[in-house]
Nanobody
Framework: QVRLVESGGGWVKTGASPRLSCAAY????????MAWFRQAPGKERELVAA????????VYGKSMEGRSTISRDNDKGLLYLEMDSVKDEDTAVYYC??????????????WGQGTQVTVSS
């Protein structure tokens, strides 16, 4: 079983381009397709982006499509989410999640604890 730990959250100025990281421990990182989700106060959790085990396939949710880039470094066991020109409505808890399949899936059994991103001017 993999353990996921997010970092890189905090207060971010409107229009900035922060990067979130997720470190994986316990199992070979390349065994997992990975994803970033987010949940804003009073809203349902939504997909931000997902990536296959090799990084060759990526999908983006509508919430940040065109304003985010998901990537991974399998040698280091790290997943990244680069966000561009964040808006106040991007304020949310961001979670990384994993599924033990090579390709992007719909069900993610493994979750990190989440990192809060607060966007304001």
């Amino acid at each position: 079983q993999v353990r996921l730990v997010e970092s890189g959250g905090g207060w971010v100025k409107t229009g900035a381009s922060p990067r979130l990281s997720c470190a994986a421990y316990g199992r070979p990182f390349a065994d997992y397709a990975m994803a970033w989700f987010r949940q804003a106060p009073g809203k349902e959790r939504e997909l931000v982006a997902a990536i296959s085990w090799s990084g060759s396939k990526k999908v983006y949710g509508k919430s940040m499509e065109g304003r985010s880039t998901i990537s991974r470094d399998n040698d280091k066991g790290l997943l990244y989410l680069e966000m561009d020109s964040v808006k106040d409505e991007d304020t949310a808890v961001y979670y990384c999640a994993g599924t033990e399949t090579p390709n992007i899936g719909n069900h993610y059994p493994y979750w990190g604890q989440g990192t809060q991103v607060t966007v304001s001017s």
